[in-house]
């Protein structure tokens, strides 16, 4: 059986969890590797919208088990909140979730951190669930892990030991009131009484799992460019979303991966701050953001809008080794009398040869735009690649042939039922 991962190709938010929801079906186990409750990943059934943070997308379909990877960070109130919203819509979770032991906890000071340093200037424009100040933590080896739940006085002694630090920090540098230790070692020991049934050695569980002929989809969050080594550094988050991430962040070696899915969506959106060459401003930008109800799904923020980035996608298809593409949002386009790709960058009026990820030149370069004609029918209604009018689907031909893969699936509403599946 096969082992895929499934990846943002953008900056985040491309419609990864309505096409896990559809992919699942195929596959016995859908695990995340990397980032925690910053991710917002929507999947809609029926009249049901259901909005996962932290648990794999694959849980609305009852025969799948979802693992959460060692590489994800996890805020536990956030995850026995999911799962409390998931029970209350007959889901059911026992037997179903496994969580890995090496996954890093999200403490209150890092919540707290993330929210004093985009107070200052320099904001990144996070989404203030202390996915940086954990990652700090995690590479600095002070990290504190699902597994030391399991042991109350390790777990006490470790949150003393942080607490001496955060607090210095918090009063000496930031002004800021003390955390109180106590309160936090009584909040985090309850958790292991409910999260004690999911903590698994997941690395293991998934290779027994391979070899036992069972299929994997590895799930990321955000997408290439906000990952920490190829995206747009510093406004980036702080884990490796590419596919390079998912093996690192699940325990599954290169040599056991299938294929890497890309999820693109038909335009580019972003959320935070942080240059994006292709941003429209005006009506355009307007009409894809209320058309596409482009509004974060953690955080309720609008999403900037702009034109298809091709030459930023071939980049990510680069890097992530993008096999196969999920065109999502394709029915969002309907209507313009043109839709503009962007094909390269000009800099200092000389075209580049090669997408730069350094902020400060990507933030100077200017798009160089192909034109191609829109199309006015509404899409949504498709279910076979050739009931797409002419113009739309030469619009998906020049995606794939610039960008440089193959389309499996596209996407043209948010609806499970709303899917053109072509492999
Ligand atoms: P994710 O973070 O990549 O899972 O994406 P989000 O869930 O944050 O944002 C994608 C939004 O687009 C969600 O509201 C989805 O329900 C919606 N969506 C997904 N695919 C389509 C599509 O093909 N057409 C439309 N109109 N909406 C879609
Ligand atoms: P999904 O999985 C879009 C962005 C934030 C900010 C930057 C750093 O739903 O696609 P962080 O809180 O991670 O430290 O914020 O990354 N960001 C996302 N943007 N979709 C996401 O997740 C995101 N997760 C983080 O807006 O710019
Ligand atoms: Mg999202």
Not at 43 to 64: A, C, F, M, N, T
Not at 134 to 153: F, H, N, Q, S, T
Not at 322 to 339: C, E, P, R
Not at 342 to 370: H, M, T
Request: proline share 4%.
């Amino acid at each position: 059986m096969s082992v895929s991962i499934l990846v943002g190709s953008q900056w985040g938010d491309e419609g990864k969890g309505k096409i896990v929801d559809i992919l699942s079906e195929k596959y016995n186990i859908v695990a995340r590797y990397q980032g925690g409750a910053n991710a917002g990943h929507t999947v809609e059934i029926g009249d049901q919208k259901y909005i996962l943070h932290l648990i794999p997308s694959g849980i609305l379909r009852e025969d799948v088990i979802c693992v959460i990877g060692n590489g994800v960070v996890i805020d536990p109130k956030a995850l026995l909140d999911e799962i409390a919203i998931l029970e209350k819509n007959n889901i059911k979770i026992d037997g179903r979730l496994f969580i890995s032991h090496n996954a890093h906890l999200i403490m209150p000071y890092h919540k707290l951190l993330d929210s004093i340093s985009e107070s200052g200037q320099n904001k990144i424009g996070t989404t203030g669930r202390g996915i940086g100040p954990c990652y700090i933590d995690k590479y600095a080896r002070k990290g504190i892990r699902i597994v030391d739940l399991l042991d109350k006085e390790r777990l006490a002694k470790k949150i003393r030991e942080n607490l001496v630090e955060k607090n210095t920090l918090l009063k000496k540098v930031y002004e800021h009131s003390e955390l109180d230790v106590e309160e936090i070692i009584k909040e985090y020991t309850e958790f292991d009484k409910i999260i004690d049934k999911y903590i698994k050695d997941t690395p293991l569980y998934l290779n027994h799992a391979i070899s036992e002929g069972k299929s994997i989809l590895l799930e990321g969050a955000q997408g290439a460019l906000l990952d920490i080594d190829h995206g747009t550094y510093p406004f980036v988050t702080s884990s490796s979303p590419t596919s390079g991430g998912a093996c690192t962040g699940s325990g599954i070696s290169p040599n056991k991966i299938d294929s890497v899915v890309g999820i693109v969506k038909a335009y580019t959106t972003r959320v935070g701050n942080g240059p994006f060459p292709t941003e429209l401003l005006d009506e355009d930008g307007e009409t894809l953001r209320k058309v596409g109800a482009e509004f974060g799904a953690t955080t309720g923020r609008p999403r900037r809008c702009g034109w298809f980035d091709a030459f930023l996608t071939k980049y990510s298809t680069m890097i992530n080794g993008i096999d196969y593409a999920a065109i999502t949002k394709l029915d969002v386009l309907s209507g313009f009398d043109n839709i503009k790709v962007c094909v390269g960058y000009e800099y200092n009026g000389k075209a580049l040869k090669a997408f730069p990820n350094d902020v400060n030149q990507l933030e100077c370069v200017k798009p160089i735009y192909e034109t191609l004609p829109g199309w006015k029918q509404d899409i949504s209604g498709a279910r076979n690649y050739d009931e797409l009018p002419s113009e739309t689907r030469d619009y998906l031909d020049f995606m794939a042939k610039y960008c440089g893969f193959e389309i499996s699936i596209v996407s043209v509403g948010p609806k499970r039922s709303e899917t053109i599946v072509l492999k």
